[in-house]
């Protein structure tokens, strides 16, 4: 079975200010992706960032990055500037194969001005 | 990329009766996947609908309660039956795409259900 732990419940981060939402997971798959998703208000999932495990390369997504240690089974997504749209729910999610999304239960981050 | 509609967006409902749940997906694709996602809490998969077959649930989803059709590779609906106010949730209906990359999920936006 894939699960995907997302410790952090919520978080919060001044406007302009990084922060850090942290994830791990566990699969036995040795071929598989990982998601970064935001869910704003409006329900809305939009993808913020993805990783190939066989890419050793951190992904970067212009005020996004992620830090992916695949020893560890460990997938970071790193906010830099934080502006107030970022304020929403944040999924780390895996997949392998055609087999759907596997998502963690989440880190609600409020950003403040 | 995948565009999804669904319909309705949002619903409220008496405690007993059924809802169906529209998703219409802009190209073909293989599998649809609905989800269910309470209030305050992550997206949890119900079942995954191919075209021609019936849908695979997931353990604690069974096909009376959440039935499914997928009568071509473009339109699904989910009916939630016998609705109790523990079904109150946003459901949201997802695919692959038909060209994705690197197996990126696509997301309508959602139907908020409240069954009082």
């Known amino acids: 079975a894939q699960t995907v732990t997302q410790s952090q419940p919520e978080m919060s981060v001044q406007e302009a200010e990084t922060v850090t939402l942290s994830c791990t997971y566990d699969?036995?798959?040795?071929?598989?992706?990982l998601f970064w998703y935001k869910q704003p208000p409006s329900r809305q999932m939009i993808l913020v960032i993805r990783q190939e495990a066989y890419k050793q390369q951190n992904a970067t997504e212009n005020r996004f990055s992620v830090n992916f240690q695949k020893a560890a089974k460990s997938f970071s997504l790193k906010i830099s500037d934080s502006q107030l749209g970022d304020a929403a729910m944040y999924f780390c999610a895996l997949i392998s194969g055609n087999t759907p999304l596997v998502f963690g239960k989440g880190t609600r981050l409020s950003v403040i001005a | 990329s995948a565009v999804i509609s669904q319909k309705p967006s949002r619903d409220i409902c008496q405690r007993g009766t059924s809802l169906t749940i529209q998703c219409q997906v802009d190209?073909?694709?293989?599998?649809m996947f609905w989800y269910r996602q309470q209030p305050g809490q992550s997206l949890t998969l119900i079942a995954t609908?191919?075209?021609?077959?019936?849908?695979?649930?997931e353990s604690g989803f069974v096909i009376d309660k959440f039935p499914i059709s997928r009568p071509n590779l473009t339109f699904s609906t989910l009916t939630v039956s016998n609705m109790s106010p523990e079904d109150s949730s946003i459901y949201l209906c997802s695919t692959h795409g038909r060209t994705s990359q690197n197996n990126e999920q696509f997301f309508g936006p959602g139907t908020r259900l409240t069954v009082l």
């Open positions: 699969t036995s798959e040795s071929d598989y992706y």
């Open positions: 609908a191919n075209q021609g077959s019936e849908a695979t649930y």
């Open positions: 190209s073909q694709v293989t599998m």
